[in-house]
């Protein structure tokens, strides 16, 4: 039955669009009971992060295995590092009928558009690209050239928002969250997804009576 099986939602957007910052605030509520896919990164766990829940943290090699073994879904490099999508945990938790959250950058998000045409693909837009070069620069993680390189890779990003789904901008971090989960509620109720239900609950109630 088709609206038995969770929905795969990917979220991404170029750098320092708040991708972090709003997916931290859907799941600080998480009223929809979203599973988060844990990502596999190379990069240094920072203060504050928790292996396995922010990130599975491995090292070049372990990632290599990982890669070997097909047990990701995509992997991209970025900034110097690898990232990836485990497989297992996300087939799963579908399959156990749980919305399945994941949280990449735009290269991975186009790979698993390829693999899993199913998903629901969103693209977290600036209000303007002022305001994402105050967002890169104001986190302060990033120096004057890295700055440039992200706002080079931001406008190619942004031309690849005509591959995804949805676009919700994000102005408020609030009115972003809401548009997300109006998004997933709404592809809920696609008669395409409750359609065989529906057909199965008349089915067996006319059995009944037979
Ligand atoms: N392709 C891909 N990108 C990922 C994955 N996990 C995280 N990312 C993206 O990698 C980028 C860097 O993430 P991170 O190092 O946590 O830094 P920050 O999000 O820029 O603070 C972000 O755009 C993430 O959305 C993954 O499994 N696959
Ligand atoms: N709606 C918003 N309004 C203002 N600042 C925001 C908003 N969303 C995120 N930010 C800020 O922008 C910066 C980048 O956000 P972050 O979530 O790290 O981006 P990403 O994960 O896309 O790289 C952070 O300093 C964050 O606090």
């Known amino acids: 039955m088709s609206d038995t099986r969770g929905?795969?939602?990917v979220l991404s957007g170029p750098s320092g669009v708040g991708k972090g910052t709003v997916r931290a605030a859907i799941f600080k509520n998480n009223i929809y009971n979203y599973v988060y896919s844990v990502s596999a990164t190379t990069r240094q766990m920072r203060p504050g992060e928790v292996d396995g829940v922010d990130y599975y943290f491995t090292s070049r090699e372990e990632f290599e295995q990982l890669i070997e073994e097909d047990a990701l879904l995509e992997h991209a490099e970025y900034v110097g590092n690898y990232y990836g999508t485990p497989i297992k945990a996300i087939e799963d938790n579908?399959?156990?009928?749980?919305?399945?959250f994941l949280e990449i950058e735009v290269q991975g998000?186009?790979?698993?558009?390829?693999?899993?045409?199913?998903?629901?693909?969103i693209f977290l837009a600036p209000p303007n690209l002022n305001e994402l070069e105050s967002?890169?620069?104001g986190r302060g993680t990033d120096n004057q050239e890295i700055i440039y390189e992200r706002m080079q890779k931001a406008r190619e990003e942004i031309e690849m928002m005509k591959?995804?789904?949805?676009?919700?901008?994000?102005?408020?971090v609030d009115c972003a969250v809401n548009k997300v989960n109006g998004i997933i509620q709404s592809e809920h109720l696609k008669?395409?997804?409750v359609v065989d239900q529906i057909k199965l609950q008349i089915h067996n109630y006319f059995q009944k009576g037979e």
Request: net charge neutral.
């Open 7 to 9: 929905l795969l939602i």
């Open 94 to 100: 579908l399959s156990k009928g749980y919305d399945v």
């Open 109 to 121: 998000a186009m790979k698993v558009r390829e693999r899993m045409p199913d998903g629901i693909f």
């Open 135 to 137: 967002r890169i620069t």
């Open 163 to 172: 591959h995804y789904d949805y676009v919700v901008v994000n102005d408020e």
């Open 191 to 193: 008669v395409s997804r």
